[in-house]
T-cell receptor, first 113, second 109 residues
Framework: NAGVTQTPKFRILKIGQSMTLQCAQD?????MYWYRQDPGMGLKLIYY???????DKGEVPNGYNVSRSTTEDFPLRLELAAPSQTSVYFC????????????FGPGTRLTVT | DAKTTQPNSMESNEEEPVHLPCNHS???????IHWYRQLPSQGPEYVIH???SNVNNRMASLAIAEDRKSSTLILHRATLRDAAVYYC??????????FGTGTRLQVFP
């Protein structure tokens, strides 16, 4: 089992460009999450999904979009990248609701210049 | 969302026990207390969680105060690999984790 995989590991974007961060899990979990972590800070929740076809906003959703067409995949889309989106992005999954253990991916380090 | 308060940083020597405190005075009866840690350049890693009773697992122990307004994560013998940021998080019966800034633990040889 690979657990949670994220691609790419690193990316540099120019202001105004768009990209999709990929997240996949092979644990057959319903719940998936996207977080961002700015330098020296804790994680902030961007979007989450409780199952295929269902998504909801977290604390900091502006500038991002998500979709969940399958249980396994939960891509995060950045439209019109801005320097404020420079961060490390983590995807996570859990079996059922937040009081179960969350499994995190290795992260994607994104720089917008 | 109920908040937690943790010291910004703590230090320990290798092979000594470490007690990482967390205050959560506004905890509600259905909030679970979770601990995660984040090693440098890695994603967070689950450590332990509990509701009312003390809990032990292979990584650590969690001591929960009787009134549940505070808890302590106990690493019985710190190793260099335990150097990380430790997050204490209250988890209600909802769909989200809310991370704070955590405690940075330094372990010295």
């Amino acid at each position: 089992n690979a657990g949670v995989t994220q691609t790419p590991k690193f990316r540099i974007l120019k202001i105004g460009q768009s990209m999709t961060l990929q997240c996949a899990q092979d644990m057959n979990h319903n719940y998936m999450y996207w977080y961002r972590q700015d330098p020296g800070m804790g994680l902030k929740l961007i979007y989450y999904s409780v199952g295929a076809g269902i998504t909801d906003k977290g604390e900091v959703p502006n500038g991002y979009n998500v979709s969940r067409s399958t249980t396994e995949d939960f891509p995060l889309r950045l439209e019109l990248a801005a320097p404020s989106q420079t961060s490390v992005y983590f995807c996570a999954t859990t079996l059922d609701r937040a009081y179960y253990e969350q499994y995190f991916g290795p992260g994607t380090r994104l720089t917008v210049t | 969302d109920a908040k937690t308060t943790q010291p910004n940083s703590m230090e320990s020597n290798e092979e000594e026990p470490v007690h990482l405190p967390c205050n959560h005075s506004t905890i509600s009866g259905t909030d679970y207390i979770h601990w995660y840690r984040q090693l440098p350049s890695q994603g967070p890693e689950y450590v332990i969680h509990g509701l009312t009773s003390n809990v032990n697992n292979r990584m650590a122990s969690l001591a929960i105060a009787e009134d549940r307004k505070s808890s302590t994560l106990i690493l019985h013998r710190a190793t260099l690999r335990d150097a990380a940021v430790y997050y204490c998080i209250l988890v209600p019966n909802t769909d989200k984790l809310i991370f704070g800034t955590g405690t940075r633990l330094q372990v010295f040889p």
